[in-house]
């Protein structure tokens, strides 16, 4: 069995920050890439930020400069730390990790429960 569990979201005022967390558990053998969603009502999910193992990252048009991920590998925790925040990141940010466990013999996507963001203006 593999958990994703975030933590940290929350309300905030607009040019506020917040930090998420999303550890990840269980019988996991390797951790590919980690990363971050988000879907606001009425809209798609969308990538927020990507890691993969080696540290390199990647962000949507609309974060770049204001939030950054990172990862603790020795913790399989992924982290994204957004800053300058503003009503329109208001939204449900799902953690996600492409991993292998002892099981398989191939990478799986596994989503955390989601954590919510609110940005007041």
């Known amino acids: 069995q593999v958990q994703l569990v975030e933590s940290g979201g929350g309300l905030v005022q607009t040019g506020g920050s917040l930090r998420l967390s999303c550890a990840a558990s269980g019988s996991i053998f390797s951790i590919n890439s980690m990363g971050w969603y988000r879907q606001a009502p009425g809209k798609q999910r969308e990538l927020v930020a990507g890691?993969?193992?080696?540290?390199?990252?990647n962000y949507a048009d609309s974060v770049r400069g204001r939030f950054t991920i990172s990862r603790d590998n020795a913790k399989n925790t992924v982290y994204l730390q957004m800053n300058s925040l503003k009503p329109e990141d208001t939204a449900v940010y799902y953690c996600?990790?492409?991993?292998?466990?002892?099981?398989?013999?191939?990478?799986?996507?596994?989503w955390g429960q989601g954590t919510q963001v609110t940005v007041s203006s």
């Open positions: 890691i993969t193992s080696g540290g390199t990252t």
């Open positions: 996600n990790a492409l991993l292998k466990k002892y099981s398989d013999s191939y990478v799986r996507s596994f």
